[in-house]
């Protein structure tokens, strides 16, 4: 099947016009348009439409691409960084709900207590940590581990 075949199949299964396939791929609904009739879509077109059929671009052309490798691990890469942000925001919000309910609880309980300070407190920390590791130092790990590999293959 060709790759205008296939997106247009794709584009029908799920039962969306060729501008809201646009709209959600942030590409020109004349692009969808010629890509439909025939006309070879760039990689980064391709990326963008293998990203909203949440599909490789392989699957897309229908045959291997040498390029279309890196492309498909970039946007793996770019998916697996939002859900790890996506994983601490959530982390971050029920932290701060459950803090302030057991900051509540030991107020009206145990006021002369500071008890709910302490879990604050572990809590806040471990996710500073995470934050720190996810936002600040994710690049700086991932280039000495770089490093450390290919100090590691010439041995």
């Given at each position: 099947?060709?790759?205008?075949?296939?997106?247009?199949?794709?584009?029908?299964?799920?039962?969306?016009?060729?501008?809201?396939?646009?709209?959600?791929?942030?590409?020109?609904?004349?692009?969808?348009?010629?890509?439909?009739?025939?006309?070879?879509p760039s990689?980064?077109?391709?990326?963008?439409?293998?990203?909203?059929?949440?599909?490789?671009?392989?699957?897309l052309t229908?045959?291997?691409?040498?390029?279309?490798?890196?492309?498909?691990?970039?946007?793996?890469?770019?998916?697996r960084r939002?859900?790890?942000?996506?994983?601490?925001?959530?982390?971050?919000?029920?932290?701060?709900?459950?803090?302030?309910?057991?900051?509540?609880?030991?107020?009206?309980?145990?006021?002369?207590?500071?008890?709910?300070?302490?879990?604050?407190?572990?809590?806040?920390?471990?996710?500073?940590?995470?934050?720190?590791?996810?936002?600040?130092?994710?690049?700086?790990?991932?280039?000495?581990?770089?490093?450390?590999?290919?100090?590691?293959?010439?041995?």
């Open positions: 099947m060709q790759t205008e075949n296939r997106i247009r199949a794709l584009r029908l299964a799920r039962a969306w016009s060729q501008e809201q396939l646009a709209e959600l791929s942030s590409v020109s609904v004349r692009t969808i348009q010629r890509i439909e009739k025939g006309e070879p990689l980064e077109t391709l990326s963008a439409l293998a990203a909203v059929f949440d599909t490789r671009v392989e699957e229908g045959a291997p691409l040498q390029a279309a490798g890196p492309l498909d691990e970039a946007v793996s890469t770019a998916r939002l859900d790890e942000e996506r994983h601490f925001y959530r982390s971050l919000s029920t932290a701060v709900v459950v803090c302030v309910g057991l900051f509540l609880i030991n107020r009206f309980t145990a006021p002369e207590s500071h008890w709910s300070l302490w879990a604050m407190l572990i809590w806040g920390g471990l996710l500073v940590v995470k934050g720190l590791r996810l936002f600040l130092l994710r690049g700086w790990i991932e280039q000495w581990q770089q490093q450390r590999l290919q100090k590691l293959l010439r041995k």
